[in-house]
């Protein structure tokens, strides 16, 4: 285990809380539940909530340059979303109703594009998903192909290696990353979790050492850049979702949770089940870049 003290638990019952980001701007950390279709802003240390519906299920999002907006992957495709009026200033659908199919995780490479993964959840087998690309002037392209459940995108600090998970398989990846061009190549096996253990949302500290929360494994487990094990934050639910760093000094470590899918007596034992966790860690993290929308805003006004 590694030491790191539990400092707090915001108890929001979440059906499914994902994509935790921390707000530098502003001293807040933000999340997703992505089943309610809700945005939560939690002012820290103030602990002040704030709950923002939105239009459809928020999978996953990232800050950008504007006021109260957000770049949002909702369950059939991208869009600029000012949460406060509860507006979609700018919208790229890609996945049609009925598809079987929603996006997942993403989140902003250092260079400011905003990159999203999709997911089977009609309960099939079939690997159909994809990982894409958002860049500033609305262009989205495809980079991979051939998923099941996107999940883990994050890159190392010097930005030369992009990481990502296939969460069925249990397989976290790490590839080749062409920060000029937004390009992957290259894939190989960087780390495969234990047993009924599936990685799920991750992030990058300044030591370049991978963060990975991990669905049913009741943990977040630490991994060096070789992909070795390298301790890990126990957790008193079994369906730990995402991590990020924040806090003033980055050294805090922010863990979402979720009840969804946990049996009745499961839930039982597990009250602290969708809870937002709080941790002190000897470790630091990295400020996530922000997507920049004045092309997109621009192209809208004209």
């Given at each position: 285990?590694?030491?790191?003290?539990?400092?707090?638990?915001?108890?929001?019952?979440?059906?499914?809380?994902?994509?935790?980001?921390?707000?530098?701007?502003?001293?807040?950390?933000?999340?997703?539940?992505?089943?309610?279709?809700?945005?939560?802003?939690?002012?820290?240390?103030?602990?002040?909530?704030?709950?923002?519906?939105?239009?459809?299920?928020?999978?996953?999002?990232?800050?950008?340059?504007?006021?109260?907006?957000?770049?949002?992957?909702?369950?059939?495709?991208?869009?600029?979303?000012?949460?406060?009026?509860?507006?979609?200033?700018?919208q790229k659908t890609l996945l049609a109703p009925g598809s079987g199919m929603r996006f997942n995780d993403g989140k902003v490479d250092r260079q400011g594009r905003f990159w999203a993964?999709?997911?089977?959840?009609?309960?099939?087998?079939?690997?159909?998903?994809?990982?894409?690309?958002?860049?500033?002037?609305?262009?989205?392209?495809?980079?991979?192909?051939?998923?099941?459940?996107?999940?883990?995108?994050?890159?190392?600090?010097?930005?030369?290696?992009?990481?990502?998970?296939?969460?069925?398989?249990?397989?976290?990846?790490?590839?080749?990353?062409?920060?000029?061009?937004?390009?992957?190549?290259?894939?190989?096996?960087?780390?495969?979790?234990?047993?009924?253990?599936?990685?799920?949302?991750?992030?990058?500290?300044?030591?370049?050492?991978?963060?990975?929360?991990?669905?049913?494994?009741?943990?977040?487990?630490?991994?060096?850049?070789?992909?070795?094990?390298?301790?890990?934050?126990?957790?008193?639910?079994?369906?730990?979702?995402?991590?990020?760093?924040?806090?003033?000094?980055?050294?805090?470590?922010?863990?979402?949770?979720?009840?969804?899918?946990?049996?009745?007596?499961?839930?039982?034992?597990?009250?602290?089940?969708?809870?937002?966790?709080?941790?002190?860690?000897?470790?630091?993290?990295?400020?996530?870049?922000?997507?920049?929308?004045?092309k997109l805003l621009a192209r809208r006004a004209s």
């Amino acid at each position: 285990m590694l030491e790191v003290q539990l400092l707090d638990v915001i108890e929001v019952n979440n059906t499914l809380g994902e994509g935790v980001q921390w707000n530098a701007r502003d001293r807040s950390v933000w999340w997703t539940d992505i089943q309610e279709c809700r945005l939560y802003r939690l002012s820290w240390p103030g602990r002040e909530l704030e709950v923002f519906e939105t239009p459809e299920r928020l999978c996953a999002f990232a800050f950008t340059d504007s006021a109260d907006c957000i770049v949002a992957a909702f369950a059939s495709g991208f869009a600029l979303y000012d949460y406060r009026r509860g507006q979609i200033l700018w919208q790229k659908t890609l996945l049609a109703p009925g598809s079987g199919m929603r996006f997942n995780d993403g989140k902003v490479d250092r260079q400011g594009r905003f990159w999203a993964g999709t997911m089977v959840e009609d309960g099939s087998d079939r690997c159909d998903a994809g990982l894409f690309r958002l860049d500033s002037d609305g262009s989205v392209t495809e980079v991979a192909k051939g998923i099941r459940i996107s999940n883990g995108a994050c890159w190392s600090p010097d930005a030369d290696t992009f990481y990502f998970a296939d969460s069925p398989s249990r397989n976290l990846y790490r590839y080749d990353f062409d920060a000029e061009k937004g390009e992957i190549s290259n894939r190989r096996l960087f780390a495969r979790t234990m047993m009924h253990r599936y990685p799920d949302g991750a992030t990058v500290d300044s030591q370049g050492y991978l963060w990975s929360a991990q669905w049913r494994g009741a943990r977040v487990e630490r991994y060096s850049p070789d992909g070795r094990s390298a301790g890990c934050i126990p957790l008193p639910v079994s369906q730990s979702t995402c991590a990020t760093f924040g806090g003033e000094n980055m050294d805090l470590l922010f863990v979402t949770s979720a009840r969804d899918e946990l049996p009745e007596w499961t839930l039982g034992r597990e009250r602290l089940a969708g809870s937002l966790f709080v941790c002190k860690t000897p470790f630091r993290g990295i400020e996530d870049t922000r997507f920049s929308t004045q092309k997109l805003l621009a192209r809208r006004a004209s």
